[in-house]
């Protein structure tokens, strides 16, 4: 290799570390630059301020020129220990802010309550599902017993009515037979005349109450038919409510499940990125620090050159 090349690859090598250098430290080593410079300045004024003494004795015009000068220092000190003062504030509302971000502790509390509130939804939709499901059974024990008391008077009703018709048809033929036995006696045609008359509007009435009788029974039945009809239509409607709002409510219990696996893996997540973020902190921790190092270097550096601006007076 060539003295040349040996030259290129150690500057190659020197401005690849000055890059990553500049990147990841450049706030600790402008701290540093600014802690050496207050240093190096502390240095260059106590040599000035002891070269100065003879003169303060040998020259009153050198004594006025070096008065100036430590004044423009002070001054100069003074505002730059505001800035820097300044900037440490900027500093410290940073770092504070990167703790409130990453506060572990409220990361927790947040993730802790959420999944709890959504745990109690999901109790109470799973209670709300319950009693859904426990209120359709008694809708359908509701409708037997309706079904069956209906049942019970219908049996009973048609049974009596049963009895009524049998009781009237025996009335029908007695008062038939009654007839006949009236439309052939000769013996007083006076008499049969007006008994035949008689028994054939008997006839004709109880023959119509017969029929009345057996109408009725039958619209009895229609009748019982229709309302078991509509007592089951009513129990279809109510179950099919009944489905369709467990089904609702099946969905967003679902949907809870789902919103708690979403912020466990979120909580796993922050945590992973806390973890990152902690590099973060204690960098902008050592920058503070650093920060207050400076400025405590620009106090001690103002304050001697006050002590030598007072010597002065």
Do not use: C
Not at 3 to 22: A, D, E, P, Q, R
Not at 88 to 109: A, H, I, S, V
């Amino acid at each position: 290799m060539t003295k040349n090349s040996l030259f290129l690859l150690v500057v190659l090598f020197v401005v690849g570390f000055g890059i990553w250098f500049t990147k990841f430290g450049q706030e600790l080593k402008r701290t540093q630059d600014l802690v050496t410079e207050s240093n190096d300045d502390t240095q260059r004024l106590l040599k000035r301020r002891t070269a100065a003494v003879p003169e303060v004795t040998a020259s009153t015009p050198a004594n006025s020129l070096q008065k100036d000068q430590l004044q423009q220092e002070v001054q100069g000190l003074s505002n730059q220990l505001l800035q820097e003062n300044q900037k440490l504030d900027t500093q410290k509302q940073y770092l504070d802010q990167l703790r409130e971000r990453n506060n572990p502790d409220r990361l927790e509390f947040n993730y802790n309550n959420q999944v709890s509130q959504a745990h109690e939804e999901i109790q109470y939709l799973t209670d709300t599902l319950n009693n859904e499901q426990f209120s359709e059974s008694r809708l359908q024990q509701e409708v037997q017993r309706l079904q069956s008391e209906q049942d019970v008077s219908l049996r009973f009703y048609n049974e009596q009515m049963d009895q009524n018709i049998l009781q009237q048809e025996a009335v029908v033929r007695k008062a038939q037979q009654d007839l006949q036995e009236w439309e052939l006696n000769y013996n007083d045609l006076t008499l049969r005349e007006q008994r035949v008359q008689e028994l054939r509007a008997q006839l004709v009435e109880q023959t119509q109450l017969l029929q009345d009788m057996k109408l009725q029974k039958l619209q009895l039945a229609a009748q019982s038919l229709e309302r078991t009809q509509q007592i089951q239509e009513q129990a279809r409607d109510v179950a099919s409510q009944n489905t369709a709002a467990r089904s609702e409510i099946q969905e967003e219990i679902a949907s809870l499940r789902d919103e708690i696996q979403r912020l466990e893996y979120s909580y796993r997540q922050t945590r992973f990125t806390q973890m990152s973020a902690q590099a973060q902190i204690q960098q902008a921790e050592r920058n503070l620090q650093g920060q207050e190092d400076v400025i405590r270097s620009i106090r001690e550096l103002l304050q001697e050159k006050q002590t030598q601006l007072n010597q002065l007076q």
